[in-house]
């Protein structure tokens, strides 16, 4: 065993206990403003995981959404929280008279969780210490996928379906919120010289970055979806600075987009089945650019739709106002 | 034990932890807070067993899904923020309550 | 000679993320504290990318290091500036002997 091997055995320890320690700490702590920045810090540790687990497609995606989104959504209910009742949460659990809860009902839920925990644990073990699952396949197939990388062959080409309908899934999530009636603004702030001036700066970056992933997808780590989370987190961050877009764009050029991903997903996949008898059966020489062509769409709509979904609320025209 | 195997260990215990959260804590946004956990804890465990693989690569096919998975849950989480907020407004409170008795 | 290089960079910069979070952990307030948390971090940082860019296979890999570097210092210095004027907003004071 050399040196870096201790090494690294003794960060990824670390890196156990600490995710253990912020996980007990987001679910026990009191105020749920501290929860959900050490809920950030658990998805950047959790990008750090990815990594040491040879998958840097998924630390890319962690760092973009678990470490940035999903803070931004819980801050953004938080603070919508806070605007429709102003009294804390704390004091609503209290105020509301509930009885002391019985011994039982604190013990068993551990109890279970012990059992839970020993039950799966020896599940993991029992398992056969080397398993090939589904590399002998990938392998075998990747010369024929149109690109490099076998995250993208496998999430584009061998079950491009899957990604057809997680498309229409995040568009689902996107039209309850609407038919949901959106929610309320953000309370008001003060628009900030240096918060807009970081914005000027920051999401040209932003969006270069996401084109950077989208075309490297092929090749190396990234992706449409690392290219999306990443072209949403410009979104987010332009809707913080008071960014304002006139309703006329925001009408059709908006459900536009939303629905590009998973309209060129099922326009590519209708004429492959006619014209090759199989639902996103690539003809092999045009597989790289179909892909492409995919991926784009897929990026636009992706974060278009984050953007959106952090928004919450509904684009109106102006006869429905 | 090798290194993949501790951190699919971790996967399960985040998992426990989230679902006792799920199961204890009242207030909603514990609870959303709690799903997410409880969905690293799984993406934990998928990615770790894929890669007991001999070769020089891991399995792809996990890290796929797993990526998808992420950007769903971004988006469900969303959805069930969206919810939460419906519910503070018509019933003034973050906190599920037992339906009263004459009505069920 | 160059591994010498990149190992003295590397701890010289642990060393100011250390000081960083020393100050992070025991300053009294949150200005102080946001004061060691960007000033150390950024140049333990920068000292860090100039470590590994010493040891980076292309130019272009290195480039991106410094890019890197380049959005942290602007992120964190605009974050910690808008962390501190909330702060003050909300009538958090500054920390008196």
Known sequence: MEAIDIALGLFDLLLVFLLLWLAWLVMSSEDLFKAIVLFVAFGLLMALVWVRLEAPDIALAEAAIGAGLTGALLMAALDRLNAVKPMPAAAVVTSAKREQPSLPSKVLPLVALVLIVLGLGYALLSLPDVADGLVPNVKEQMAQSGVKNPVTAVLLNFRGYDTLLEMVVLLLALLSVWSLGGVRKLSPRNTNPVLASLCRVLVPVLILVSCYLLWVGADAPGGAFQAGSVLGAAGVLLLLSGWHVEQKILLWPLRFILVLGSGVFIIIAAVLFFTQGGLLTYPVAQAGWLILLLESAATLSIGATLAALFFGGIPKSRVDQ | ?104 | MIDFFSILLLLAGALFFLAGTVGLLRFPDLYTRLHALTKADNVGLGLMIAGLALQAESLSAAGKLVLIWGLVLLAGASVAYLIARGALLRGVLPWKR
């Open chain 2, 1 to 104: 034990m090798n290194i993949p195997m501790i951190y699919a260990l971790l996967g399960i215990t985040l998992f426990s932890v989230g679902l006792y959260g799920l199961i204890v804590r009242e207030h909603l946004l514990r609870k959303i807070l709690a799903l997410n956990i409880m969905g690293s804890g799984i993406f934990l465990v998928l990615v770790a067993l894929g890669k007991r693989s001999v070769g020089d690569l891991p399995d792809p096919v996990p890290h796929a899904m797993v990526i998808t998975g992420i950007v769903v849950a971004v988006s469900a989480t969303a959805l069930a923020l969206t919810l939460m907020l419906k519910l503070v407004e018509v019933s003034g409170s973050a906190v599920l309550h037992d339906a009263p008795k004459e009505r069920s």
